[in-house]
């Protein structure tokens, strides 16, 4: 079964720094993998995904992601955080999600 | 508007009572979902429905019962609940397959 791993239940950093939330699969084939960002009290929305393709896949609000397989890893990136970017973080799977990143931004 | 519409948005209810709590999708999707999310757990799938029919239920209690009349409404009946289902319920939906779901903004319930 597919699975994914996030590192690091939660990550600070400062307004304008570099975001980096870590993500690993587990999977015999290439994966669809996805980044899901979750506001609280509210549903889950995509902001990426990566199919087949180019391996660098750009999402919405500035954020991207790298396929790597041979690190089987699907970071998410963000060159510059801003205080909206305070939530939570899932990688997924179809059908399986991660446990969540809560990414904190300090002004 | 996500185009997954879920109520009602919060929820309280007692061990003995009985409710539902509905979702409703307008995005032509066939594919339709029931997370659990709980505070410091992952994500929980708990039922999947393929074309209005159930295709997954992940020994999910009795206590739960999921109903899928068409492709664009997904009920889940509650009934004598534990105080440990409190939770935010997510309704998701998606095209059959490898595809993204698209989630409402979830039911939060407390049961007391």
């Known amino acids: 079964a597919q699975s994914v791993t996030q590192l690091g239940s939660h990550v600070s950093v400062s307004e304008g720094a570099l975001v980096l939330l870590r993500c690993n699969y587990s999977?015999?084939?290439?994966?669809?993998l996805f980044w899901y960002v979750q506001y609280p009290n509210q549903g889950l929305q995509l902001l990426l995904k990566y199919t087949t393709g180019a391996t660098l896949v750009k999402g919405i609000n500035g954020f991207e992601a790298e396929f790597k397989k041979s690190e089987t890893s699907f970071h998410l990136t963000k060159p510059s955080a801003h205080m909206s970017d305070a939530a939570e973080y899932f990688c997924?799977?179809?059908?399986?999600f991660g446990k969540g990143t809560r990414l904190s931004v300090i002004a | 508007e996500t185009g997954v519409t879920q109520t009602p948005r919060h929820l309280v209810m007692g061990m003995t009572n009985k409710k539902s709590l509905k979702c409703e999708q307008h995005l032509g999707h066939n594919a339709m979902y029931w997370y659990k999310q709980s505070a410091k757990k992952p994500l929980e799938l708990m039922f999947v429905y393929s074309l209005e029919e159930r295709v997954e239920n992940n020994s999910v209690p009795s206590r739960f019962s999921p109903e899928c009349p068409n492709s664009s409404h997904l009920f889940l009946h509650l009934h004598t609940l534990q105080p440990e289902d409190s939770a935010l319920y997510l309704c998701?939906?998606?095209?059959?397959?490898?595809?993204?779901?698209?989630f409402g903004q979830g039911t939060r319930l407390t049961v007391v």
């Open positions: 998701a939906s998606s095209r059959r397959g490898n595809t993204e779901a698209f």
């Open positions: 999977s015999s084939v290439p994966p669809y």
């Open positions: 997924a799977v179809p059908l399986v």
